[in-house]
């Protein structure tokens, strides 16, 4: 089993930032992909960004440029959001998958307003 727990969500305004942390805990494989994701309600969950588990980033067109992920080890992830658009409003989710098995946090609300 693999726990991830999220911080960092929170209401700011268009054009600020903000950073959201991910830390799991449990059963870890180094070699992983691990990423966040995003939904709003009435929509699919969508990739934001993620390290895939050859350690490279994948980002959605939508926020490059914006958005950086960064981890320190095969734990902990990061989110730095830039640049932040009411469009980016929504629950942003942590994603851990390895060996066939995914894993989701518990989701962090960010809401941007214009």
């Known amino acids: 089993q693999v726990q991830l727990v999220e911080s960092g969500g929170g209401l700011v305004q268009a054009g600020g930032s903000l950073r959201l942390s991910c830390a799991a805990s449990?059963?870890?494989?180094?070699?992983?992909?691990m990423g966040w994701y995003r939904q709003v309600p009435g929509k699919q969950r969508e990739l934001v960004a993620v390290?895939?588990?050859?350690?490279?980033t994948n980002y959605a067109d939508s926020v490059k440029g914006r958005f950086t992920i960064s981890r320190d080890n095969a734990k902990k992830v990061y989110l730095q959001m830039s640049s932040l658009k009411p469009e980016d409003t929504a629950v942003y989710y942590c994603?851990?998958?390895?060996?066939?098995?995914?894993?989701w946090g518990q989701g962090t609300q960010v809401t941007v307003s214009s």
């Open positions: 994603n851990y998958a390895a060996l066939g098995y995914t894993y």
């Open positions: 390290f895939t588990n050859g350690g490279s």
């Open positions: 449990g059963s870890i494989f180094s070699i992983n992909t």
